[in-house]
């Protein structure tokens, strides 16, 4: 069976995707992608969809899955290169792919991953206001 490579960039993932998705190739890619980053701890993953001509309704789901898997396994998700006929189609079916990230291209992508990153270890690292804090003046 065919596989979707995935290649480690740092501490992001590396997802291109090169030849027309069919649903068990889908499949095969969340379970790789989410054993992936398990495996490397990656804190980020870039999927690159412009070589896609069409993303139907079911590819659309796998990629809002893939998104939500990865935000559970603490790493953010962000679809880059998509077409703007794709885009069009997708919102013309209804699609919504919560969670989902996108970005024109793969430098976009790694900005916007980093920036996200940032303000996540920010946001983490900041103390949580406590009722005494918020009471004393």
Not at 23 to 29: G, N, P, Q, S, T
């Amino acid at each position: 069976m065919e596989r979707i490579p995935i290649l480690k960039m740092g501490k992001y993932l590396l997802v291109t995707i090169q030849i027309d998705m069919h649903d068990r190739l889908a499949l095969a890619l969340q379970d790789d992608l989410t054993e992936m980053i398990v495996k490397t701890q990656a804190k980020g993953v870039l999927i690159d969809i412009s070589s896609l001509e069409i993303v139907d309704s079911f590819i659309g789901r796998m990629l809002s899955n893939i998104a939500s898997m990865s935000k559970v396994l603490d790493a953010l998700t962000v679809v880059v290169g998509m077409r703007p006929a794709v885009a069009i189609t997708m919102v013309e079916l209804g699609l919504d792919m919560k969670g989902v990230r996108t970005a024109l291209d793969m430098d976009k992508g790694i900005e916007l991953l980093e920036s996200l990153l940032i303000k996540d270890e920010t946001s983490f690292n900041e103390e949580p206001e406590t009722e005494d804090d918020s009471t004393k003046e």
